[in-house]
Each structure stands twice: as structure tokens, then as C-alpha cells.
């Protein structure tokens, strides 16, 4: 009896380092968008946050995410992080944590198989809370994404999911203007590090890439627009008062410029002797001197 339990285990074993050799120690392929990442600038291949979250079935990580993510460190992407499993709650306070950490940061989401449904749930929570989600790359999900898109609808992230999925596999329901795409994979541990799907990948991180680099530094990112305060009326523009810091020396105002004052007491005593003598003599009369 003991005999025939090692044996089984031994074939179970030899099982498993076989499919572990056909598909979990597999290199990740090159494709040709990695040409595309030498002109793209450093800076903002560092502001994105990526995160690929996997299965708790897959214990031995056969489908091969801890390859895409040294692939990933490989191509500037150093903010890229590998999860095997977590909660969406789990996720939503790992995310909000880096957010709080680097604000403009660009982030992406990226599950495989039950990671798709963390993923997605996930994505929901954080927009709710105002950080804003660029990317969330669902990799083969299904039946998962079906059973999650029944109870709960994703209006706000349609237009952000990415769809991949083998070819024998149904199209996912629910989720309304996704971008979907079939690649041609043949069982669902081959899809995460199929060439069609590191390309799309790629892509989408190289257009991630770009948005940042053209839209420059910024302070924030949230999901809110910002809302500006009405233009002040010319009556209800406040006085400038003076702005006085550590380096900064007081602001003069500068004062509205007058005419001076033109009175007799402004003048010398004889000015004014003669300006009265002369007035006299043209009326007449002889104006005693002041002194």
C-alpha cells in the first residue's frame, strides 16, 4: 500500500515538472513594440504603477507572471510588482498607499484567470475613492469576468478594459465597449506569456508611456475634474496686500501720484510780499509789507 502511494506521488510529481517545463519555464518572446521603447523617456516608463495579479490555483506560477514582470523591470518598468494573491481590498489598499506616495503616477492593472475579477473589483474601488486607473488588462478571465459582469456592471471602466483571451474561449458579456482580443494560445496557462499577448501588453504601456511624457509634470491625478472658481467681478477683487516670506523683502505699494498743493503758506515771505504789492497797485491801494 505504501508502495503504490510513492509511486503515485511520483507520477503526480513527474506530471507536474512536465507541465512545468512546457509551460510555466518558458522565456518571455520578444516582439517588435520593444523597438519602440528606446525613444521613450525613462522618467515616465518610471510613473507607471503596474500591478499583475495572478491565481491562488496557481501555486506553481505556470503561467508565467514573475517572467512578464523581470520583463517588464528589463524595459524601464520599474514599478512593476508581481502579486500572487490578494483581496480587492487587499489590492485597493496597496494601490492607494503608492498613490498617496507618487500622486502623477500612471496606474495599470493587469490579472490572470480569478486576477481578473481582483482586478476589476479592485478598479471600481479606487475610482470611487478619486485615483484614477489608466489600464486594466484582463487576461483570459472567463468564465469569471461572466459570473462578475451578472451582478455588477463597470460603466465608468468599460473604456479602459483590455480583453485578451484564447480563441476557443466566448466573448465576455458585460462589459460594454471593452476592447477585446483573441490570440491564438491553446490552453489557458499559455495565454499571459503568448507573443500576441506580451505585444498588446506592451502597447498599451507604450501609449501609457506617451500620455505622460506629453502631458508633463503634474501635481495630481484623480478622476475628478477640477473645478474653477468663477472669474471676481471688478468689484469683487480683494486689495493686494503685501507678501512677506523668509527670502522675500515687503512689497511697496505704490502710491497714486499727486499734484503738490500750491498755498501761500508753501511759499517765502517776500514771494508773497511782492505777489500782494503787485495785486495793490493794480487795484489802487498800497499793501503793507508782511515784515
Known sequence: MASKIVRQAAVCIAAWGALLGLVGCRNVPRTRVESQFAALPATSREQVQIYLVGSPLDGFELAGLPAMKARLHELGFANADHLTWTTPAGLVERVAADHRRNARGHIVLVGWSLGCLQVLEAAARLE????????????????????????????????????????????????????????????????????????????????????????????????????????????????????????????????????????????????????????????????????
Open 128 to 291: 470611487g475613492q478619486q485615483v484614477e486607473i489608466d489600464r486594466v488588462i484582463c487576461l483570459d478571465g472567463n468564465p469569471w469576468i461572466k459570473l462578475q459582469s451578472v451582478r455588477r456592471k463597470y460603466p465608468k471602466l468599460s473604456e479602459k478594459v483590455i480583453c485578451i483571451y484564447p480563441k476557443h474561449r466566448d466573448l465576455p458579456t458585460g462589459l460594454a465597449q471593452t476592447r477585446q482580443r483573441q490570440v491564438g494560445a491553446w490552453q489557458h496557462f499559455g495565454v499571459p506569456l503568448h507573443q500576441d499577448t506580451i505585444e498588446t501588453v506592451l502597447t498599451e504601456l507604450a501609449a501609457v508611456v506617451q500620455e505622460d511624457a506629453s502631458s508633463g509634470p503634474q501635481l495630481t491625478r484623480s478622476s475628478s475634474p477640477v473645478e474653477l472658481a468663477p472669474l471676481a467681478g471688478p468689484s469683487d477683487v480683494p486689495p493686494a496686500e503685501p507678501q512677506v516670506g523668509p527670502n522675500l523683502a515687503p512689497v511697496q505699494t505704490a502710491k497714486p501720484h499727486r499734484l503738490p498743493r500750491f498755498t501761500t503758506e508753501s511759499l517765502p515771505a517776500r514771494q508773497i510780499t511782492a505777489s500782494a504789492t503787485r495785486a495793490a497797485a493794480s487795484s489802487g491801494h498800497t499793501a503793507s509789507p508782511l515784515y
